[in-house]
Protein backbone atom coordinates (compact mmCIF):
# COMPACT_ATOMS: atom_id res chain seq x y z
CA UNK A 1 0.00 0.00 0.00
CA UNK A 2 2.92 2.50 1.34
CA UNK A 3 5.09 1.79 -2.42
CA UNK A 4 1.59 2.00 -4.30
CA UNK A 5 0.79 5.82 -2.79
CA UNK A 6 4.79 7.00 -2.54
CA UNK A 7 4.82 6.55 -6.60
CA UNK A 8 2.05 9.33 -6.44
CA UNK A 9 4.97 11.52 -5.19
CA UNK A 10 6.94 10.21 -8.03
CA UNK A 11 9.03 8.27 -5.17
CA UNK A 12 10.53 4.76 -5.99
CA UNK A 13 11.31 2.64 -3.28
CA UNK A 14 12.46 -0.68 -3.07
CA UNK A 15 10.52 -2.33 -0.07
CA UNK A 16 13.33 -5.03 0.94
CA UNK A 17 15.55 -1.87 1.82
CA UNK A 18 13.28 0.62 3.24
CA UNK A 19 11.68 0.46 6.73
CA UNK A 20 8.29 0.70 7.71
CA UNK A 21 5.77 3.82 7.20
CA UNK A 22 4.15 4.42 10.48
CA UNK A 23 0.20 5.08 9.73
CA UNK A 24 1.15 8.37 10.79
CA UNK A 25 3.10 9.16 8.55
CA UNK A 26 1.34 7.62 6.21
CA UNK A 27 -1.67 10.18 7.20
CA UNK A 28 0.85 13.15 6.81
CA UNK A 29 1.86 12.28 3.56
CA UNK A 30 -1.92 11.76 2.55
CA UNK A 31 -2.60 15.34 4.35
CA UNK A 32 0.13 16.64 2.43
CA UNK A 33 -0.59 15.88 -0.90
CA UNK A 34 -4.13 17.12 -0.58
CA UNK A 35 -2.51 20.27 0.60
CA UNK A 36 -0.19 20.56 -2.34
CA UNK A 37 -2.87 19.75 -4.72
CA UNK A 38 -1.27 16.34 -5.83
CA UNK A 39 -4.16 14.75 -4.63
CA UNK A 40 -7.62 15.77 -4.77
CA UNK A 41 -9.81 16.25 -1.44
CA UNK A 42 -11.96 13.77 -2.86
CA UNK A 43 -9.40 11.28 -3.66
CA UNK A 44 -7.95 11.57 0.29
CA UNK A 45 -10.81 10.86 1.38
CA UNK A 46 -11.11 7.77 -0.68
CA UNK A 47 -7.44 6.70 0.28
CA UNK A 48 -7.74 7.15 3.24
CA UNK A 49 -11.22 5.00 3.45
CA UNK A 50 -10.08 2.43 1.49
CA UNK A 51 -7.46 1.78 4.96
CA UNK A 52 -9.95 1.73 7.23
CA UNK A 53 -11.69 -1.28 5.29
CA UNK A 54 -9.57 -3.85 7.42
CA UNK A 55 -11.59 -2.96 10.30
CA UNK A 56 -15.24 -3.43 8.85
CA UNK A 57 -17.34 -6.61 8.66
CA UNK A 58 -18.49 -6.97 4.51
CA UNK A 59 -22.15 -7.93 5.82
CA UNK A 60 -22.14 -4.01 7.89
CA UNK A 61 -21.20 -2.54 4.51
CA UNK A 62 -22.87 -4.88 2.09
CA UNK A 63 -26.47 -4.17 0.77
CA UNK A 64 -27.85 -7.87 0.04
CA UNK A 65 -29.52 -8.48 -3.59
CA UNK A 66 -33.12 -8.89 -2.58
CA UNK A 67 -33.11 -5.30 -0.72
CA UNK A 68 -30.94 -3.99 -4.00
CA UNK A 69 -32.29 -1.18 -6.21
CA UNK A 70 -30.89 -1.52 -9.77
CA UNK A 71 -31.99 -0.12 -13.39
CA UNK A 72 -32.44 -2.03 -16.40
CA UNK A 73 -30.95 -0.45 -19.28
CA UNK A 74 -34.64 -0.11 -20.92
CA UNK A 75 -36.29 1.26 -18.36
CA UNK A 76 -37.36 4.93 -19.11
CA UNK A 77 -36.56 8.29 -17.80
CA UNK A 78 -39.47 8.36 -16.02
CA UNK A 79 -39.21 4.91 -14.40
CA UNK A 80 -35.46 6.00 -13.44
CA UNK A 81 -37.08 9.50 -11.63
CA UNK A 82 -38.88 6.61 -9.75
CA UNK A 83 -35.96 4.64 -8.78
CA UNK A 84 -34.05 7.57 -7.83
CA UNK A 85 -37.32 8.84 -5.28
CA UNK A 86 -37.65 5.85 -3.65
CA UNK A 87 -34.02 5.67 -2.22
CA UNK A 88 -31.47 7.95 -0.93
CA UNK A 89 -28.29 6.82 -3.11
CA UNK A 90 -26.95 9.61 -5.59
CA UNK A 91 -26.30 6.18 -7.82
CA UNK A 92 -27.74 2.82 -8.48
CA UNK A 93 -26.38 0.02 -9.97
CA UNK A 94 -27.47 -0.92 -14.21
CA UNK A 95 -27.88 -4.10 -15.28
CA UNK A 96 -28.63 -5.39 -18.91
CA UNK A 97 -31.31 -8.39 -18.93
CA UNK A 98 -30.19 -9.88 -15.13
CA UNK A 99 -28.72 -8.90 -12.10
Request: proline share 3%; hydrophobic share 40%.
Amino acid sequence: VVESFLRLFGVSIDASKTPFVSEEELDLMLQSAMQTGVLETEEGKMISSVRELDTQRVSDIMVPLVDMICIDTTESISQLHDAFSRTQYSRLPVYKDRF
